[in-house]
């Protein structure tokens, strides 16, 4: 006679650090991201799409979101069985979210500005929420 174990859905894998609103915390952002997703054994394209999302997140919440004294927090969370990686970033500074409409209207010859064009291109969904009392979070997902 023959049995099944019954299997449990895999539970969803989650990385969190806390980084300094730095240029050097956003590129250890990076690394964290490329280091975690091999470890959890995430697909090269996944990994590569992911490493660029968190950098350009990251570079943001050091530019824009930084707030004196205060860090932004990294999260990654695999969902295997879903099939899901999705990339949270929160900064302190909460005043306005981020939409794809404002980034288009991004002239050309801007240095700057281009982050959701990147973001949008790269993801298959993303958005922001705000994190009381007075930061955000930009989140983006890819499949796996």
């Given at each position: 006679m023959s049995t099944?174990?019954?299997q449990l859905p895999a539970a969803a894998r989650t990385f969190t650090q806390q980084l300094s609103s730095t240029?050097?915390?956003?590129?250890?952002?990076r690394l964290l991201t490329y280091e975690q997703l091999r470890a959890w054994q995430v697909s090269p394209g996944v990994t590569d799409r992911a490493e660029?999302?968190?950098?350009?997140l990251a570079a943001n919440a050091a530019l824009h979101g930084?707030?004196?004294g205060r860090d932004?927090?990294?999260?990654?969370t695999h969902e295997a069985a879903a099939?899901?990686?999705?990339?949270?970033?929160?900064?302190?500074?909460?005043?306005r979210r981020p939409s794809p409409v404002t980034d288009l209207v991004t002239p050309p010859d801007d240095e700057s500005g281009r982050v959701l064009l990147i973001v949008t291109a790269l993801a298959d969904r993303w958005g922001a929420e705000p994190y009381p009392p007075g930061g955000k979070t930009v989140w983006a997902e890819c499949a796996c």
């Open positions: 099944t174990t019954p240029r050097r915390g956003a590129r250890l952002a660029q999302i968190v950098a350009e930084h707030v004196q932004f927090r990294l999260i990654l099939g899901v990686l999705r990339i949270a970033v929160t900064d302190a500074r909460g005043g």
